[in-house]
């Protein structure tokens, strides 16, 4: 049996003890593994079954998210510090992607590296999380260093994809230093024939509290299309990850921008998910839309049924 397959308790892929929250994670197996046997992760890397990024069987993808902690970003509504315990996140995340029609994952080497060792990530699309460098709250956060994943990360493990956050502040040098990195990410991905999803917002700091918010305006939407469109020196392998703008109604106009091939990000879970399934409804039927990446709101549901969320997003596509 594979290490993988020890970690887990079962074949890959098939974490035991499923609950409506999530599977039973033992997190003292995964330390001992990784203390003891740390090539274990690049092992189970190799041994990893893959799959096309777009199958002619599934069509649209349907990709959870899970990178939000490197970046200290920890909260999940009301609560401040929900994706801390890890063991929790795995479970969640081992469930979601037992579901039959969820494609793969988006998060960081920690995240997935446990999912390798838990032996879940065969047949899925893995997306790693390139530049987490913007720390939430911080300062410095729109100068987002690409601290996670390098291009050649992903092509050593095997990975599908990468993904990088572009977030454009006007008033912000930094953002000039993430535009410029995140434009030799893009070449780097495409001289290696990986797909990278670029995921940009406009963006302001609230002048009362000095938050980052980001702008949905149609408007707003629209012009930060068109910018991380033009990104490196080939747009060959580069997808978009786009939010819903404010009103529903102006995607379609907003995703004329560009011809690349787009998905829908999720956001914060809201008191209104039936509402964020609707908006996803509509804009999953533009031409240019492919699917769904999706993390706190089916990881972390207001009823606290992961497989009823993921399932009724599944449905969208």
Not at 204 to 226: C, K
């Amino acid at each position: 049996m594979s290490r993988a397959g020890k970690v887990g308790g079962s074949s890959p892929g098939h974490v035991p003890e499923r609950s409506g929250r999530g599977a039973s994670v033992d997190p003292l197996k995964l330390v001992r593994l990784r203390a003891h046997h740390p090539e274990a992760v690049a092992e189970a890397a190799a041994r990893r079954a893959r799959r096309p990024l777009i199958t002619h069987d599934a069509g649209r993808l349907l990709i959870v998210a899970a990178d939000h902690p490197a970046r200290g970003a920890l909260a999940v509504g009301e609560r401040p510090f929900a994706m801390a315990d890890r063991a929790d996140l795995l479970g969640r995340l081992c469930l979601a992607l037992s579901r039959p029609r969820v494609d793969g994952v988006l998060a960081t080497a920690d995240i997935l590296d446990d999912l390798l060792l838990l032996g879940a990530l065969d047949g899925k699309v893995v997306l790693g999380s390139m530049n987490r460098g913007g720390l939430a709250g911080a300062s410095f956060e729109l100068d987002d260093r690409f601290t996670g994943h390098r291009p050649a990360d992903l092509h050593r493990l095997r990975f599908d994809a990468g993904k990088l956050l572009l977030r454009i502040d006007y008033d912000d040098p930094g953002s000039l230093r993430t535009m410029e990195s995140a434009a030799r990410v893009v070449d780097e991905m495409a001289e290696l024939r990986l797909p990278v999803f670029v995921e940009p917002f406009l963006c302001h700091r609230d002048p009362a509290r000095g938050t980052l918010r980001s702008d949905l305006s149609a408007e707003a939407v629209t012009t930060s299309i068109a910018i991380a469109s033009g990104l490196g020196g080939s747009s060959a392998y580069t997808w978009l990850k786009v939010p819903v703008t404010d009103n529903p109604d102006d995607m379609a106009r907003v995703m004329e921008t560009s011809t690349l091939p787009a998905v829908l990000l999720g956001g914060d879970v809201g008191d209104d998910q039936d509402a964020a399934y609707e908006k996803w409804r509509h804009a999953l039927q533009l031409p240019t839309v492919q699917g769904l990446v999706v993390g706190r709101s089916l990881l972390y549901p207001a009823d606290g049924d992961v497989a009823g969320a993921v399932d009724t997003a599944a449905s969208l596509l």
